[in-house]
């Protein structure tokens, strides 16, 4: 509902959206360091003292603004990501405003041995490990019948294979210990499928349902599973999408706004408190209630739908 066709893409050639990296014509995205310094939060300064939380894609985004809160709110930091600038760039933001130290791990998760490096240096830095924030990932708007199979490829990889990996390694370290955890897998709203996205919708179903899953295998170790389902959250990866669709994502829900970083970082800082220690195997959907409403077209609603399938 609310998405006006894009420039009446033509059905019958391929279409690709490739942003420049770093186009200076394109306006910033989502909470810069100055916004989240500001940001006022419902949870006690000591809420996590003594909690060790490891979240990836912490260099920007919703895994910055989460790691910033686990900081201020007394957590362990570990981050991780593939670039080393964005991870300092955290880990100063975090230093600046809390006096406290944390550890940046360059890592691609997509990486099955990168992951066990890192998660064994989370324990040798931290003595151990309580929640595991998966929030690396991403996808690109196309078509789903003009993915490359490299694009497909690097897509499941990233959101379904590097979210396994990490999952599966900080578990079988918990096991061996004989201590409790608890992973929370950022994924997407999926419910109504995710047209121009199919790579990432697959992806993310897949963590959804493998979540629930080892929720139950995993109950016996005590280690919790669950997910948050964010829908359209401004942060630096709208760089992604055309600036006219990004123009009409709010419309994708009845409240017609979108959510901020800040929105799911306190969602996971509430999953991360004790207040969470009854929540495993759900999946929390944050998007202004787009799941009973609305479609986001990222790379432009085909002429086709232009009367929105209204009744
Ligand atoms: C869907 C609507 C929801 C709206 C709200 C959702 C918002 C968000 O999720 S915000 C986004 C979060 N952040 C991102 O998505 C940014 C991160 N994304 C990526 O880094 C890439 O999309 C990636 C996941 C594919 C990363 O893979 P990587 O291997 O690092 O990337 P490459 O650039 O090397 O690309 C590999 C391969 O993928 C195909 N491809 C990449 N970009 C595009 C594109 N824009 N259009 C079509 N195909 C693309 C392509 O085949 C690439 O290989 P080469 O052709 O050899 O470059
Ligand atoms: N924003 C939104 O509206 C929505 C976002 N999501 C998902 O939420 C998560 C956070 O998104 P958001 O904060 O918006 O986006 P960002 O692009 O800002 O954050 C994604 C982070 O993941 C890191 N990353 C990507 N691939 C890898 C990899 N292979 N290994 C390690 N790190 C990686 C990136 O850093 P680097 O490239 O340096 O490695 C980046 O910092 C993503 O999974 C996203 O797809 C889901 C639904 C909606």
Redesign the pocket.
Known sequence: MGNEPLNAPDLHAPR???PEPGDPGRPKRGLDDEALRTQATIFRDDLLAGHTILISGAGS?MGKAAAYLAARLGANVAICGRTREKLDGTAALIREETGREILCVEANIRDPEAVETLIGAVHDHFGGLDTLVNNA??????DAIDF?R??WL??ID?NLNGTWWMMQEAAKRWRADGKPGHVINIV?NVERG?P??AH?CAARAGVIYLSKTVATEWAPHNIRVNCIGPG?IE?E??R?YPEEALAR?HNANPMKTRGNAWDVAEAIAYLASPAGRFINGDLMIIDGGQAQWGV?W?AGMPEYFSDNGAA
């Open positions: 690709i959206f490739r985004g990932g991403g996808q690109f708007p196309q490359s490299k694009g690097a897509v990233t997407a995710m121009q996205a990432t359209v942060t990866g709208f992604m994502f986001v990222p």
